[in-house]
């Protein structure tokens, strides 16, 4: 186990084995305020809709309004860093996502040690990332794709919504284990990357479902495969890219974090009231259809999730020799 791994699972496990302490009262009045939830991207993505709707939930639940605040840059650092810079007192919440896990050994020097500075709380969602191509395009299933790239190496464009997001990281991943060669063209976002898809600047994507499935209904993109291991309920005729590629599975995925430090008991009321948004059914139907399906779980499983997934991301930024100041 690398270091930066063993550090996480530490630091996630460590307070849940702190004695029980008589501060019951502290959680029982918690939030006393309004609770931010810092979005590290704009507004009107996948990420920003899912702290929407708990947000909205946990408001009406809690009697405290949970307001999403928008903190678009560096691939989420900027988000982060004003969580990390926030009092630990429960009111501060960071919405992670893929990217948080990346950036671990993207960035050099951040302002900030998401693993040091950063509490699990809970995982929110999983969800498939979809590969899809250009309906001109030749190949029509992923054998295809995989043969018709080495024949022609470094002639498809690979769009994503920006240099180590997490689309831009599953498509290393693909050619990472298939041994293929692509040209990676990074946008300013996931919304005009699309656009050039359809229009045929670029021939190939993986990218999460939400607002791709009416593309494809429409002919106007063609779906070759799911990246998880299992199939897509909202479009069950795609077979997983591991079908294909052995051992290949990217999970598209959320959860949320506290500043480090923050009081045993607030964590664990908001995994609790976290945990009851994911069973309710309004939020379940919700989440499904975005292509999300709910993920229960406590702060330790969240740390646990966390710390595989920035050993993962380290093997592929690093096969790429991906780097960002």
């Known amino acids: 186990m690398k270091p930066c791994r063993?550090?996480?699972?530490?630091?996630?496990?460590?307070?849940?084995?702190?004695?029980?302490?008589?501060?019951?009262?502290?959680?029982?009045?918690?939030?006393?305020?309004?609770?931010?939830?810092?979005?590290?991207?704009?507004?009107?993505?996948?990420?920003?809709?899912?702290?929407?709707?708990?947000g909205q939930w946990l408001?009406?639940?809690?009697g405290q309004q949970f307001i999403v605040d928008n903190r678009p840059g560096a691939g989420g650092n900027i988000g982060t860093e004003a969580v990390v810079r926030a009092p630990a007192d429960g009111h501060t919440l960071l919405l992670i996502a893929p990217s948080n896990?990346?950036?671990?050994?993207?960035?050099?020097?951040?302002?900030?040690?998401?693993?040091?500075?950063?509490?699990?709380?809970a995982t929110l969602t999983r969800g498939a990332q979809v590969m899809v191509v250009n309906p001109s395009f030749p190949a029509?299933?992923?054998?295809?794709?995989?043969?018709?790239?080495?024949?022609?190496?470094?002639k498809i464009n690979m769009a994503s919504g920006g240099m180590g997001t997490g689309q831009h990281l599953t498509g290393e991943l693909f050619k990472m284990m298939t041994g293929i060669d692509m040209v990676h063209v990074p946008y300013r976002g996931g919304a005009p990357a699309i656009t050039d898809l359809i229009a045929g600047q670029v021939q190939v994507m993986f990218t999460s479902p939400p607002g791709m499935i009416e593309y494809i209904k429409a002919g106007k993109?063609?779906?070759?495969?799911?990246?998880?291991?299992t199939r897509l309920e909202a479009l069950p005729d795609l077979p997983p890219v591991?079908?294909?590629?052995?051992g290949f599975d990217v999970t598209s995925w959320?959860?949320?974090?506290?500043?480090?430090?923050?009081?045993?008991?607030?964590?664990?009321?908001?995994?609790?009231?976290?945990?009851?948004?994911?069973?309710d059914p309004g939020i379940k139907a919700r989440l499904s259809d975005m292509g999300?399906?709910?993920?229960?779980?406590?702060?330790?499983?969240?740390?646990?999730?966390?710390?595989?997934?920035?050993?993962?991301?380290?093997?592929?930024?690093?096969?790429?020799?991906?780097?960002?100041?």
């Open 221 to 229: 993109l063609r779906a070759l495969a799911v990246t998880t291991a």
């Open 59 to 62: 408001s009406e639940r809690l």
């Open 6 to 54: 063993r550090q996480f699972l530490q630091l996630a496990t460590g307070a849940a084995a702190l004695p029980a302490l008589p501060r019951v009262a502290r959680a029982q009045a918690y939030p006393t305020r309004p609770v931010r939830i810092v979005v590290g991207f704009a507004a009107g993505g996948q990420n920003d809709i899912v702290a929407r709707l708990m």
């Open 242 to 246: 591991g079908d294909f590629v052995p």
């Open 254 to 279: 959320f959860g949320v974090g506290v500043p480090m430090n923050t009081p045993i008991e607030v964590v664990d009321k908001l995994n609790k009231e976290f945990n009851a948004a994911l069973v």
């Open 292 to 325: 999300a399906t709910p993920f229960v779980s406590s702060p330790a499983d969240c740390g646990k999730h966390i710390a595989d997934e920035i050993e993962k991301w380290a093997k592929v930024v690093k096969f790429a020799g991906i780097k960002l100041a």
């Open 101 to 121: 896990t990346i950036n671990v050994t993207l960035y050099d020097k951040p302002n900030f040690d998401f693993v040091r500075d950063i509490a699990p709380v």
């Open 140 to 154: 029509k299933t992923v054998p295809e794709f995989i043969a018709y790239a080495r024949a022609n190496p470094g």
